[in-house]
């Protein structure tokens, strides 16, 4: 292969965008590349499998550089998760055939300069689906593992509310507390979706949001005697209620805004002071704070798989033609657990 001229579809971002992402902001492109590296330069091809479609993307489709990551580049290539195959490598630690997952390209194939931005994937873990080291086993899971355990601090009986719980995060971070001991509620946005936590998630219980009139009497009857722990996945609203029924000395871990991420103004939280009185501890947090436990999180979560003691839910849509809609739909709802395009089959 190595030499070889080939097709590559691309999808690129066509302008920055200020408000919630459409598929007309982005475009397929095809274009010829070689498949050859340079002598001496470890660079290396890899042929995408499979692409992660998450919300902290939106954040890239803004000029904007005060964040923790910078924008994606106009007219390139939108870059995110992915699991890949080497085909051509100068890397001597990286030997074609090959799989990896990390940052990647939007595209077909993808010129890697820069081998720490993906890892490999242990044949030791191929009983577990290629696709869910996207999910379960990849960025997502780690965030659900190191924000339960290391922000929240759970104890054997708490009180836990998950937003968004039938998210790539939120699913995990539920059936992580039910293993802990924990009672446990998540919120979605379809009935469908409210029955997939009650049904195979193992929650407690869920209800959808979009049917609450008041989300602060929702969350008094489900939970009459507070929330101990809630993970955050949307913000806006949800948190404000949230935070009128925390416990004394509750945890709020921060994971995603994504109820207010696309708005051109932000909007205030006006529940605060419940902070001081409660005595709450809220915060934000990133799983690349967390890289060290990667090993850890990948014995218990991948044990628990194979035992049956963890499920996990994807979504899946095949081609590169329909990631705008995928991704697009995440901020709408229309996706049903982890939301991944598939390229090619392994």
């Known amino acids: 292969m190595e030499g070889e001229v080939v097709e590559n579809k691309q999808m690129i971002l066509k302008r920055y965008i200020e408000s919630v992402p459409k598929e007309t902001d982005m475009e397929l492109r095809i274009e010829k590349v070689e498949l050859k590296v340079a002598k001496g330069s470890e660079a290396f091809w890899v042929k995408n499998l499979y692409l992660s479609c998450d919300p902290y993307m939106r954040g890239r489709m803004r000029d904007f550089h005060g964040s923790y990551i910078p924008p994606f580049l106009l007219d390139q290539p939108i870059q995110g998760f992915g699991i890949s195959k080497v085909v051509v490598s100068d890397n001597p630690d990286l030997k074609p055939g090959e799989l990896v997952s990390g940052i990647t390209g939007w595209e077909d194939y993808s010129l890697i300069h820069k081998p720490m931005q993906l890892r490999k994937i242990q044949q030791d873990e191929d009983s577990i689906p290629l696709s869910f080291h996207l999910g379960l086993l990849g960025m997502p899971g780690l965030t659900a593992y190191a924000g339960f355990y290391e922000v929240c601090s759970p104890k054997k009986g708490d009180y836990v509310f998950v937003s968004a719980a039938s998210g790539a995060v939120g699913q995990l971070v539920g059936q992580l507390a039910k293993l802990h001991g924990c009672y446990v509620i998540g919120s979605a946005g379809t009935s469908q979706k409210v029955d997939l936590l009650k049904e195979k998630l193992g929650f407690d219980d869920a209800f959808n949001y ?74 934000g947090f990133l799983q690349s704070d967390y890289l060290d436990l990667y090993p850890k999180f990948l014995e218990h979560v991948s044990s628990n798989y194979k035992q049956g003691k963890i499920v996990y839910i994807e979504d899946m849509k095949d081609g590169l033609e329909n990631g705008p809609a995928a991704f697009t739909g995440l901020f709408s709802g229309e996706n049903v657990g982890k939301q991944v395009i598939r390229l090619a089959y392994e």
């Not at 489900?222 to 913000?235: H, L, Q, R, S, T």
């Not at 029924?245 to 419940?274: D, K, P, T, W, Y």
Request: hydrophobic share 45%; charged share 25%.
């Open 210 to 283: 979009k049917e609450e009139p008041d989300l602060d009497a929702a969350l008094k009857r489900y939970f009459p005697e507070g929330i101990d722990i809630y993970f955050d996945n949307v913000g806006g609203d949800m948190l404000d209620a949230a935070l009128l029924n925390m416990r004394v000395h509750g945890r709020i871990a921060v994971c995603g805004m994504i109820s207010v991420q696309s708005l051109s103004a932000a909007e205030g939280i006006h529940n605060l002071f419940n902070l001081i009185s409660k005595r709450i501890k809220m915060q």
